[in-house]
């Protein structure tokens, strides 16, 4: 590439870092469309350092020919689990020198209320983070923990902080306040905040670019649906309304996650099983869901074998599932007035046709929208498009989201690369 920068974009969670360098033309920031802009990012590697704190932690490194390094080795914490990832990356012959890369990237989870776009990671974007541990223990401290190796091992590079809630801060206080006692949200800022604003934000954008360059008001429903799932209402480019609350819990049922659930049966419980609200807290997000309901497994594609030889939890998950997507796309489309479009996306919207199905059954009668059959059963693994019949009243698409790519690029942005 001509005049090219790399950037390495890194996703940490408190035991793992993920992370995929790119190599960004200069070009790509004159582009006007995410499409455009996405031709001029290439990526390098990709990879993965996981069970950091173990004695057999593991250090992955995917080149985009396919080959891949794999180191088992103790890592006791991020720090070790950063100067492997950039010794790798040398041994790969991936960069000559650490010296070429210009600019980290930082998916960070929570924002609070202080974030609506990117941020240099600076001292500020480091003490709101500190502050909004409370609300995200695990992602929160993670972020921080890495975010402090990559400076240590390339104190010269800017580092960037892309909040997955930044996205949906348009929300107005109608959608982001809960009805508690109002001293609760000014003493505690306890209000929904949203999750996957990254990939919502790319959703609409892609959609509105690719579909509608012309029109000036575009209404969208993007269905970011994988293993955790969330639904978002975005009206000229801007998030009205979204399914996650203050924590990804909310909303939709997911692979673990209960969604929306009422809250009396947190106190009801505890007395039931005798567990602690910490010990159900941790059940309603790690062994709920799907894998609650079905009692077979977080993934789609395991219920979905079973849902086949007619197993009758298998059956009902899936249909609790299909339901819980749907009266979230009606009920975006009651707040935005009138849809343009819904986009389907994520691990379970982008590869499985009955998963999507199932759900615009559920909305067909309601809201006009048709699923062709042929289309819908060839978008998978990528593959991008319309799965609508032509007489459907909203078109619905599916496109492949890209979080890496955004936070690629809001990096080079914010740092003026
Ligand atoms: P996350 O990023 O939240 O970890 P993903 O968006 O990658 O999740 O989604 C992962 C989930 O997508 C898997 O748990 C599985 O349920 C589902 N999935 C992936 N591939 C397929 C497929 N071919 N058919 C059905 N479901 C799939």
Redesign the pocket.
């Known amino acids: 590439m001509s005049n090219s920068k790399k950037i390495m974009c890194v996703n940490a969670g408190s035991s793992s870092i993920k992370f995929k360098l790119y190599e960004m033309d200069e070009k790509a920031s004159l582009a006007k469309t995410i499409a455009e802009k996405s031709q001029y990012c290439k990526a390098l590697c990709s990879g993965l350092v996981e069970r950091i704190g173990h004695e057999d932690a593991r250090c992955i490194i995917k080149k985009p020919d396919g080959s891949k390094s794999e180191k088992v080795l103790p890592i006791h914490n991020h720090d070790e689990g950063v100067q492997l990832v950039l010794k790798g990356l040398i041994e790969e012959k991936i960069v000559a020198s650490l010296d070429e890369i210009q600019g980290v990237g930082n998916r960070v989870v929570q924002g609070g209320k202080y974030f609506s776009d990117a941020h240099v990671f600076d001292q500020y974007t480091y003490d709101r983070i500190e502050e909004l541990i409370p609300l995200d223990p695990l992602h929160a401290e993670a972020h921080l923990t890495c975010f402090n190796a990559f400076k240590k091992a390339l104190p010269m590079v800017g580092e960037v902080a892309v909040f997955d809630t930044a996205f949906h801060q348009t929300m107005e206080p109608k959608e982001y306040m809960y009805a508690i006692p109002y001293e609760w949200y000014e003493k505690y800022a306890c209000r929904r905040y949203g999750a996957h604003g990254t990939s919502h934000k790319y959703l609409s954008q892609f959609a509105k670019e690719k579909y509608f360059a012309d029109k000036e008001h575009v209404n969208i429903i993007t269905c970011h649906i ?3 799932a969330s639904v978002s209402a975005v009206k000229d480019g801007k998030c009205i309304a979204t399914s996650m609350g203050l924590t990804p819990l909310a909303g939709v049922m997911m ?1 673990t996650r209960t969604g929306d659930i009422d809250p009396s049966c947190m106190p009801y419980l505890c007395t039931c099983t005798g567990k602690s609200a910490d010990e159900i807290y941790d059940i309603y997000n790690h062994h709920s869901g799907l894998e609650g309901v079905s009692g077979i497994s ?4 395991d219920v ?1 074998a079973e849902y086949y030889k007619g197993n009758e939890r298998a059956i009902l998950a899936m249909d609790m599932y299909a339901s819980r997507i749907a009266e979230y796309i009606m009920m975006y489309y009651g707040k935005l007035g009138h849809v343009d479009m819904i986009v389907c996306s ?3 919207f982008e ?2 046709p009955i ?1 999507r199905k199932m759900a615009f059954d559920n909305v067909e009668e309601a809201l006009g929208v048709k699923i062709d059959e042929k289309l819908n059963e060839e978008k ?1 693994r990528g593959q991008w498009g319309l799965i609508s019949t032509p007489d459907s009243k909203i078109p619905v698409a599916v496109i492949p989201t890209d979080e890496e790519l955004m936070i690629c690029l809001d990096t080079a942005r914010i740092l003026g690369l």
């Not at 977080?298 to 594609?301: A, K, L």
């Open positions: 994988g293993s955790g692979g977080n993934d789609t594609r979905e994520a691990g379970v590869n499985s998963y998978v």
